[in-house]
């Protein structure tokens, strides 16, 4: 069964596959789980159709990535070197751990440690490269009706939010992934979409609402088609430039309650979702073939280690972000292992919101930022255990140092 737009089930599950012929983006479409709660009604006319989507030409997002391979398993992990910064350089800062293929090997010990993962960006690669190599298969599925999920993790100031966010001269993840996605449609002439996206933060495991300040403490709940939001609030985008305005204004309501914006923003976990609804165009295909799918572009909390930490407060922050990162950890490692035991996805607010999204035939990336500065090197060591432990590769034979 499948709702039109006026009584639209927003949840998945009551989806049905598409019939008739396939477009680039129509092979047969999954079906996927899709938590939405909303306050916000749409119309037909709100619908995202090529004509009405865009504001230039479709940008050429895909070119290379035939050269360039992505990982193509549902769960990828990659780790991403930012360069060593000014100051690390003054300061004398030597490289603690370096990149070889895809390989993290460590400089200082000998014999050396080292780790594998899908794929290991040097400190030169842009964010475009990581985009397409980690990112683009996501978001091509999420269009496709597969729900997607892009973690940045790492210490505070290792290039979590220059990979998510970035800035005019290096976009980051959520505005090229938005921008593919609007250029998807470009692409996608026989199918009309409508675009939602929502954006909050977890802290000290309370969910608060950044696209409405009033929305604060908001409730998980579940219900059959999976776990939702209550209450949030949910904006339809009609451009890129519309959905990258949202994320701006909702970076403003980070600030309220917070003396420290810097100190808050590596202490919370955000989630900005886009939810895609997709259904053929063409009034004899009413009723046929809406597909629901979420993305969910993630900056997760600093992982440093709490342990220093002195004040009550910092403690409990500490306290619930590893509470939450190491059920990540756990949660992926068990989808990664495919077995079908026990996740524990009720173990943290992150995961449980993210429940729908992930197990299934979700797709997920979790991109690992670190410096390759000494004076981090622990921290990084970290991080990397981290990502190992989400899913083990072997280092081939030839690899081994
Ligand atoms: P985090 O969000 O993990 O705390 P940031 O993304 O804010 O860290 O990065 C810390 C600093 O390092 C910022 O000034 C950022 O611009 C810079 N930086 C991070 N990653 C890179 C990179 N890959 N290339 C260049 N500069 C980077
Ligand atoms: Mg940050």
């Given amino acids: ?20 012929p396939k477009g680039p983006h129509q092979q047969q479409l999954p079906q996927s789980g899709s938590p939405t709660s909303t306050t916000t009604t749409t119309t037909s006319s709100s619908r995202l159709t090529p004509e009405l989507s865009l504001d230039g030409p479709v940008s050429p997002l895909f070119a290379g990535l035939d050269e360039d391979p992505t990982p193509k398993e549902n769960v990828t992990v990659t780790v991403r070197f930012r360069p060593l910064s000014p100051r690390e350089i003054r300061q004398g800062e030597e490289v603690a751990w370096y990149a070889d293929g895809d390989t993290v090997v460590r400089s ?10 899908d794929r290991v960006f040097a400190p030169t690669t842009t964010t475009r490269h990581v985009y397409d190599v980690a990112a683009q298969h996501v978001v091509s599925g999420a269009m496709e009706g597969v729900n997607g999920t892009i973690f940045a993790y790492g210490v505070t100031s290792s290039g979590k939010t220059h990979t998510m966010h970035g800035d005019q001269r290096s976009p980051g993840i959520i505005p090229l992934a938005v921008k593919d996605a609007f250029s998807i449609i470009q692409e996608t002439p026989n199918r009309e979409f409508l675009f939602r996206v929502s954006y909050l933060e977890i802290y000290n495991e309370v969910v608060n609402d950044l696209l409405n300040p009033a929305g604060q403490n908001l409730r998980i709940r579940e219900d059959p ?49 886009l939810t895609i609804e997709s259904s053929p165009c063409g009034e004899s295909n009413e009723g046929e073939a809406v597909t ?101 590769i072997e280092i081939q034979a030839s690899q081994n140092k």
């Avoid at 069964?1 to 008739?20: I, N, V, Y």
């Avoid at 050396?112 to 993962?117: E, I, K, L, P």
């Avoid at 890129?240 to 003396?259: D, F, K, M, N, Y």
Wanted: charged share 20%.
């Fill in 225 to 273: 088609q999976g776990t939702f939001v209550e209450g949030i609030k949910e904006e339809v985008v009609l451009s890129p430039a519309h959905a990258l305005s949202l994320i701006a204004a909702g970076e403003e309501h980070r600030h309220v309650g917070s003396t420290n914006f810097n100190v808050l923003s590596s202490r919370s976990h955000t989630i900005f979702t």
């Fill in 108 to 117: 200082e010990q000998n014999p050396s440690v080292a780790y594998a993962y």
């Fill in 1 to 20: 069964m499948a709702t039109r737009p006026a009584s639209r089930q927003r949840r998945a599950g009551h989806s049905s596959a598409a019939a008739g």
């Fill in 292 to 392: 629901f799918s979420q993305l969910n572009l993630i900056d997760l909390a600093g992982s440093e280690s709490s342990r220093a930490e002195t004040t009550g407060v910092r403690r409990k922050e500490g306290c619930y972000i590893n509470k939450s990162l190491l059920t990540l950890g756990t949660v992926i490692s068990k989808l990664t292992d495919g077995k079908a035991t026990h996740i524990p996805f009720r173990d943290s607010k992150l995961t449980r919101l993210l429940q729908s999204s992930l197990s299934g035939q979700g797709r997920v990336s979790l991109i690992c930022t670190v410096t390759p500065a000494s004076s981090n090197s622990e921290e990084t060591h970290n991080t990397l255990k981290f990502a190992h432990r989400a899913k083990r």
